[in-house]
């Protein structure tokens, strides 16, 4: 497996390769991570892997220092599920003076963009960053960020970019709970307490699917329930996942998304509305 650290090796490396499937990461890889390295084996037989903690994604109060780091043994993951090459760049590299920022409007807004205000910026600025360097025919991303994922999803669209995208279901755990590099923080007992918010979403998928509707007292109850696990609720809804518009008629696409904090961590999930018993 090939490492590169430079933007000059990355592009070099490209140039020797006809297609390219890219799954960019933050690293910390768990289950998750290697199911999506999994799937873009299956998009091309050059798989490349971004590691690259992005710290204009990251709000002042949050855990950009803190963010889990473990590049040796992500490395040795990485090698284990086929990847040909993985990108590490520096920061100073790929974020430079910080003078071009990247924003894409609507579905950057509610939800985690209300929660994090620079976030999605931070985000589409260093994905376009990476898809210039690394030109993918395909880029594959987990659904867990749906919102991050509906900004990608429009940032390819309204940039005409010839990046075919794959977007992978949740792996969780066998709790339920969300795979995420930041359950390291969580305690045993966090995690069982963590598991309240995807049986909240299902409770609620189950609600919404009988009455045809995501409705006012479902969800006070499902903040209820929430709440009463210990939780403290950022938001739960029904959205469209490509607009990341409310909706109260639920359909084939819908999706129940949630975020909610317990301690110093925030849980985020989504599930879509049927199919999720």
Request: aromatic share 8%; hydrophobic share 45%; with cysteine.
């Amino acid at each position: 497996m090939k490492v590169f650290r430079t933007v000059a090796e990355a592009r070099g490396y490209r140039a020797s390769v006809p297609s390219l499937a890219l799954v960019p990461t933050m690293g910390a890889f768990h289950e998750g991570h290697l199911a999506l390295m999994r799937v873009a084996r299956e998009s091309s037989p050059h798989v490349a892997v971004s590691l690259f903690v992005n710290p204009l994604q990251f709000g002042p109060s949050e855990d950009f220092t803190s963010y889990p780091r473990q590049e040796e043994r992500d490395l040795s993951l990485a090698e284990e599920a086929g990847v040909e090459a993985v990108f590490v760049p520096s920061g100073d590299e790929i974020v430079g003076e910080g003078e071009t920022e990247v924003r894409v409007l609507s579905v950057s807004q509610g939800y985690e963009g209300d929660v994090r205000p620079i976030h999605f910026t931070g985000v589409a600025t260093i994905v376009l960053k990476l898809f210039s360097i690394l030109a993918p025919t395909h880029a594959v991303f987990g659904l867990k960020d749906l919102q991050q994922c509906a900004v990608v999803r429009r940032l390819v669209k309204d940039l005409f970019l010839p990046i075919e995208l794959v977007f992978l279901e949740t792996v969780r755990e066998p709790s339920g709970l969300a795979m995420s590099s930041r359950n390291a923080y969580l305690s045993d007992q966090d995690r069982e307490r963590a598991s309240t918010l995807v049986e909240t979403l299902r409770w609620a998928a189950a609600e919404a699917r009988r009455e045809g509707a995501w409705t006012s007292q479902t969800y006070k109850e499902a903040l209820m329930k929430i709440e009463a696990a210990g939780l403290v609720p950022d938001y739960i809804d029904a959205v469209d996942p490509w607009t990341m518009r409310p909706v109260q008629r639920v359909s084939d696409s819908t999706r129940l998304v949630a975020a909610a904090r317990l301690g110093a961590v925030r849980l985020l999930d989504n599930i879509p509305v049927r199919n999720s018993a």
